[in-house]
């Protein structure tokens, strides 16, 4: 029997190591593994390179994470977000890297990664300092800039609802990076609001088929929180 | 370099940014499907009458988003890409973010509104960062979206708060995109990008083509 429901945080977060690449869903504070960041806290891996669109907001999850000094490098579109202080005090004192990318190259990189694509050519960013040394190739007379994929070791994902075999629903703009990121990583570990028997899920509506997910914690912590 | 100041003050009361947004709105037909940025641009969708079909999107994964709800009704799963609660409207979904810029980067939506720092004559953009030094600025979707849409209209003041012209002849801030701007609307102005500069097609009522002039920084064409 298939079952990739895990009982304990510790299972969920097995074999997560120190200079790991950590995809973290979310877009806002909807749709954010927190208890998964939380979870990556306690285990105390360091050195990590983080892929999120924000660089954390507040103090805590993603910002905890950085003022702890375990985040080496952020690959992110928007650094800065209301009352996002950590990133920018660790910033200016040069102990985090940023690579900041446009939100779209961000997540085509990611589905890239997901679909096998070594790298692909786009327009966006380019004549801009964003697109500084890098490769670009004139197609249908307008030039583009190369953008190779972005590979997590690590995805952390959050759902509204999962099934043994890590099926997911999300719910409404909860959605966001989480189902382009499931792809992309060698691990992809899941924390969901609900948890149903398989064949709950009426096949048509499943937005991430389990074959994308490693490990399902049940977080049922209710509705985010607007700080 | 941006050095023209106006010198008097206008007799005139700008238009105010309300009624910029309004004047944005009164030019988007039924039927397109638009993405608003954030400040003035957001705006624009309080004045699309409830009547005239114009499909919403945010960047974060929503098609038809609708009105901010009253408290009662907030959901807190549907925010904008502002981070702000929304609705939304009977026909509209939910898309994941790679798909929500491709609908963005593949050329789909027929408008997108965008703030800016300084707008070249020949539509270059300047959005995103303030300065070449600014280490780390914050791009979120501004390169997708003005790369990516049919086409890119500017709403902005039409000058800075100390009365540098933001129509530009070049741009001094780090680009956002190049030559991507097709129409401009300011506190002062309408004015369409041509092959020969800034042409202008409407303007605040009472304001003279010199005290226009005189406060942008391009050469103005006139219809």
Known sequence: ?227 | MNTTTANTTLAIKPWSRPRMAARVAQDIPEGWYVNLGIGIPTMVADHVPAEREVIIHSENGILGMGPAPDAEHVDPWLINAGKQYVTLRAGGSYIHHADSFAVIRGGHLDLCVLGAFEVAENGDIANWATSENDSAPAVGGAMDLAVGAKRVWVVMEHTTKDGRSKLVRHCSYPLTALAAVKRVYTNLAVLDVTEAGFRVIDMLPGLTREELQARTDADLHFA
């Open chain 1, 1 to 227: 029997m298939i079952n990739r429901i895990v009982q304990s945080m510790a299972d969920a977060m097995a074999g997560v190591t120190d200079g790991a690449t950590v995809l973290v869903g979310g877009f806002g504070l909807v749709g954010q593994p927190n208890a998964l960041i939380a979870g990556l806290i306690e285990l105390g891996v360091k050195d990590l390179v983080v892929v999120a669109n924000n660089a954390g907001g507040g103090k805590a999850g993603l910002a905890n994470l950085m003022a702890l000094g375990r985040v080496r490098r952020i690959i992110c579109s928007f650094p800065r977000s209301a009352g996002s202080t950590v990133f920018e005090e660790l910033y200016r004192a040069g102990k985090i890297e940023l690579e900041i990318v446009p939100q779209g190259t961000l997540a085509e990189r990611m589905r890239a990664a997901g679909a096998g694509v070594g790298a692909f050519y786009t327009p966006t960013a380019y004549g801009t300092k964003l697109a500084q040394g890098k490769e670009v190739r004139e197609i249908n007379g307008k030039p583009h800039v190369l953008e190779y994929a972005l590979h997590g070791d690590v995805a952390l994902v959050e759902a509204w609802q999962a099934d043994r075999w890590g099926n997911l629903i999300y719910r409404a703009s909860g959605q966001n990076f989480n189902p382009v990121m499931a792809t992309a990583a060698k691990t992809t570990i899941v924390q969901t609001q609900h948890v149903v028997e398989l064949g709950e899920l009426d096949p048509e509506k499943i937005m991430t088929p389990g074959i994308f997910v490693d490990r399902v914690v049940h977080v049922p912590y209710g509705d985010p929180v607007m700080v």
